[in-house]
């Protein structure tokens, strides 16, 4: 499968203006190359994402019948559906992961301190 894209308004900063994507399947392994250099699967997931394309966002094609509903909607449904096509949700949930590790890391501190 191979992938080109045109990096718009400067998105993808790193790369020329535009670039290429290929994933091939051999031996079971899938192999990534970004203009036609081996990258790794996260680093592609990575750019992608900053790029504004997200495993976690399906809202880049609008089915028949999601703009009526969207019409319809009560203002609490609608505010959580747009944060998700933002992709601020995203955001959210590694900002609640982040806090929690640091309040674990907090108690631990506590713990050591107190021996």
Do not use: W
Not at 30 to 40: G, V, Y
Not at 81 to 99: C, N, P, Q, W
């Amino acid at each position: 499968m191979k992938l080109s894209f045109a990096a718009l308004l400067g998105k993808v900063l790193s790369l020329n203006s535009l670039f290429s994507l290929i994933m091939q399947s051999r031996h079971k392994k899938d192999e990534f190359f970004l203009n036609r250099k081996r990258t790794q699967k996260s680093e592609i997931l990575s750019l992608l994402e900053s790029a504004g394309f997200s495993k976690s966002n399906p809202y880049y094609i609008v089915q028949q019948g999601k703009v009526s509903n969207l019409c319809v909607m009560k203002d609490q449904d609608r505010l959580t559906l747009l944060k998700e096509v933002a992709g601020t949700t995203v955001y959210e949930e590694r900002r609640s992961e982040s806090l929690k590790i640091m309040d674990e890391t907090a108690n631990k501190q506590t713990q050591i301190a107190v021996r």
